[in-house]
């Protein structure tokens, strides 16, 4: 089961990417760490959130309530890093994009995460603190 979801994994990252599958890029955990809290509530305990470091999804994030969790996935993998943006992949196929400036190595950041479950999308905008 975990090597099909890599499979996926990998075919989704190649077409976000934007390449074929002979210019395929080695998939690496990326280095970057970030922070972000999704959501338009004023109390901070009611928002979704999301944190890793060095590309692993951190223990709080993985010990919160699934309705305050932003994330079911523990490694993610930068896959795109643009003049204005930076988008990372979950293992778990969520996806995070960070306003961040490709040269810009730390620095707090618009960000949004979109994921599927069970037919549903899911998408969720907030703020997100980008660490390379």
Known sequence: MRN???LVLGLLLLSLAGCDLTEAP???QTTASVNCSFGKSISEDKK????????????????LDGMI???NSTYWYEVARHLNSTVFVG??????YIT???DEML???????ESMSAGFQFSYRGECTLQR
């Not at 979704?48 to 010990?63: D, V, Y």
């Not at 293992?91 to 995070?96: A, H, N, S």
């Open 100 to 102: 961040a400036p490709k």
């Open 48 to 63: 979704r959130r999301l944190a890793f470091t060095s590309g692993k999804t951190t223990r709080e994030t993985r010990s």
């Open 69 to 71: 969790r932003a994330t």
């Open 4 to 6: 099909f979801r890599n």
């Open 91 to 96: 293992d778990f196929g969520e996806t995070l």
């Open 26 to 28: 080695a998939l690496k």
């Open 107 to 113: 620095g707090s950041y618009e960000g949004s995460i």
